[in-house]
C-alpha cells in the first residue's frame, strides 16, 4: 500500500464512495498491486475517513472480485482472474455487436455530439505522455455512450463490473508498450464513421478486434508476470469459438 | 406478511442474512410480496426467526437486485416491474444466451448430459401431474445455469441473472404466465439438447427460440394490475 496514490474527494462524494474510487483507481493503475494485502485501519488512517465507509468500499469491491477476502478477515488485493476476464470480453461483444446495430444510421444530435467531443478528448490525450489513464477512461466512456443511447445503461454497468479484471491487464498491456492507444482511437474514430454514415456491413471484421484484441496478449503477459495472474493459462479457446459464432450470426 | 418458505430449513452452512436473502427474493419473484409492498423489518426477522441485522443486510442485496427500494429513516418497499428494466433484461438474455450454448457445446460431457436430462425428466413430471408452475421455472433456471457452468462461465450467469430480476417477475406474474406454454417450452428445451448433441450449427437459432417473448406483451396485463408497473407502453 506505501505506493497508494491520494485523489481529492469530490465534492458531491460521500466517504464510501470517494474510499472506493480511491481504492479502485489504485487497483486498476496496479499502484496497489494483485496480491498486495490491505488494511482497513490502513486505508482509513490515509484517506482520513472512519472506517465503516471503508469496509463498505472493500465489500463493494469483492462483489466486484476486485479484492479476496483471506483468513482472519486480511483482505488482498484479487490476483487477474483469466477465466472472469474471458467473460468480460464475452458479454462486451456480444452486447456491443447487437447494440452498434441498433444505433447503426439512427444516431442522436447528442450522440454524435457526444461521441464527437470524445474523439477529439482521446486525440488529444494519445498525443501527450503520461495520459495513461485519461485516456482509458475516455475509451470506456465512448462504449458507455453506446449503451445509454440503446437505452442500456443497467447492461453497461453489469457488463463494467463483469469486466473489471480487464481493466488491470489493459493498464498493464498499454504501460508496456505492447499495444498502442494510437490504434485503438483509429478504430474508434472508424466505429463512429461507420455508425454515422448507416454502414454496418461487415462490422465483426472492425469490432471483433477491437474488443477481443488483447485475447492474442494474454500468454505473453501472463508469462511475463506470473505474480500477478490467477492460474495463468494460454490460449482459450472459447475465443476463437466465440469469433465464429458472431461472424455466423450476422452471415 | 406470511411469508413462503419453500425450503425452510436453514441450510447448515447458510449465515442468517444468506437465508433471508434466499427466502425474501424467492418471495419477490413469486410476487408473494408484491410490488409496492411496505416491509417490515421487525416482522421478517420475526418470521425468519432471525435478528434485525441480517434481514438488513438481506435488504441491501436486495437493492442491489433492484428488487427493493431503501428510504432510509423510512420503509423499504418492493420495487414495481419496470418495463425498462424488463425490456433490457430481455435483451440481455437475448444477445448473450445464444452465445453461450453454442460455446457450451464443446464443454458437453456424459456428467453434463445427464445433468441436463435429469432436469427435463423433473419438468416432465411436473407437466404430467399439472403440478407447481414455479418448480417448472426453477428448473428451467437450473438447465440454463448448467449449461453456463459446463463452459466455465459461471461470473456470466451471475450477471445475466442480475439484469433479469424484473424480467423473470414479469414472467411468474399469473396472467402472463397463464399465456406460457410450458410443454411447448419443454419440448424446446428438448430439442436444444438434442441439437447441443448432434447439430451445433443450429443450437443459437434454437436457444434463441427458447427465450420467453415479450414483444406486446403489456396488453395482457389488465387495468388493475397496472399499478404493479413501472413504464408501460399502453
Known amino acids: ?251 | 406478511m406470511k411469508l413462503l418458505v419453500d425450503d425452510p430449513c436453514r441450510k447448515e452452512s447458510e449465515s442468517g442474512s444468506a437465508f433471508a436473502y434466499r427466502v425474501l427474493r424467492d418471495n419477490i419473484m413469486r410476487m408473494r410480496l408484491e410490488p409496492g409492498e411496505v416491509l417490515n423489518e421487525p416482522l421478517l426477522a420475526e418470521e425468519l426467526g432471525v435478528s434485525r441485522t441480517p434481514v438488513r443486510e438481506a435488504l441491501f442485496h436486495l437493492k442491489d437486485d433492484k428488487l427493493v427500494e431503501i428510504h432510509p429513516h423510512r420503509a423499504s418497499i418492493v420495487t414495481l416491474i419496470d418495463f425498462a428494466f424488463v425490456r433490457e433484461g430481455y435483451f440481455t438474455r437475448t444477445v448473450v444466451e445464444p452465445m453461450v450454448t453454442g460455446l457450451a457445446c464443446d464443454f458437453l460431457n456424459a456428467g453434463v448430459i445427464a445433468a441436463l436430462e435429469d432436469i427435463l425428466a423433473g419438468q416432465e413430471q411436473v407437466l404430467d401431474s399439472n403440478g407447481d408452475t414455479n418448480r417448472f421455472h426453477a428448473l428451467n433456471q437450473q438447465f440454463h445455469q448448467t449449461i453456463y457452468e459446463a463452459g466455465g462461465m459461471q461470473e456470466l450467469w451471475n450477471s445475466v441473472t442480475a439484469m433479469t430480476t424484473h424480467y423473470d417477475r414479469l414472467r411468474y406474474f399469473e396472467v402472463i404466465a397463464d399465456r406460457n406454454d410450458f410443454r411447448g417450452a419443454w419440448q424446446g428445451h428438448k430439442a436444444l439438447l438434442r441439437a447441443m448433441q448432434e447439430d451445433v450449427a443450429a443450437v443459437p437459432a434454437i436457444a434463441r427460440a427458447q427465450i420467453f417473448d415479450i414483444e406486446n406483451i403489456e396488453e395482457y396485463i389488465a387495468p388493475p394490475n397496472r399499478r404493479y408497473f413501472l413504464h408501460m407502453d399502453v
Open chain 1, 1 to 251: 500500500m506505501r505506493d497508494m496514490v491520494m485523489l481529492p474527494r469530490e465534492q458531491d462524494e460521500n466517504s464510501r464512495e470517494y474510499a472506493y474510487r480511491v481504492l479502485r483507481e489504485n487497483i486498476i493503475t496496479l499502484h496497489i498491486r494483485p496480491g498486495e494485502m490491505l488494511n482497513e485501519n490502513a486505508v482509513a488512517d490515509a484517506l482520513s475517513v472512519s472506517r465503516t465507509p471503508v469496509r463498505e468500499a472493500f465489500f463493494a469491491l469483492r462483489k466486484e472480485n476486485m479484492i479476496d477476502v483471506r483468513p482472519r478477515s486480511t483482505s488482498i488485493v484479487s490476483l487477474i482472474n483469466l477465466n472472469t476476464l474471458r467473460q468480460g470480453i464475452m458479454i462486451q461483444v456480444m452486447a456491443e455487436m447487437e447494440i452498434m446495430r441498433l444505433l447503426c444510421g439512427n444516431l442522436d444530435d447528442w450522440l454524435i455530439e457526444r461521441w464527437r467531443h470524445n474523439l477529439k478528448l482521446q486525440e488529444e490525450a494519445i498525443a501527450s505522455p503520461g495520459k495513461l489513464r485519461s485516456y482509458l477512461a475516455l475509451d470506456d466512456e465512448f462504449h458507455r455512450l453506446a449503451y445509454v443511447a440503446a437505452r442500456k445503461a443497467n447492461l453497461y454497468r453489469i457488463a463494467k463490473t463483469l469486466s473489471s479484471q480487464l481493466d488491470r491487464l489493459r493498464y498493464l498491456l498499454l504501460l508496456e508498450g505492447s499495444i498502442e492507444y494510437a490504434n485503438g482511437f483509429a478504430q474508434h474514430r472508424e466505429i463512429f464513421v461507420r455508425m454515422l454514415a448507416g454502414v454496418y456491413g461487415d462490422f465483426a471484421s472492425l469490432y471483433l478486434p477491437h474488443r477481443m484484441g488483447v485475447e492474442k496478449f494474454i500468454p505473453d503477459i501472463a508469462a511475463r508476470h506470473p505474480e500477478y495472474f490467477d492460474k495463468p493459462s494460454g490460449h482459450d479457446r472459447r475465443m476463437d469459438r466465440l469469433e465464429k459464432l458472431i461472424r455466423e450470426a450476422r452471415a
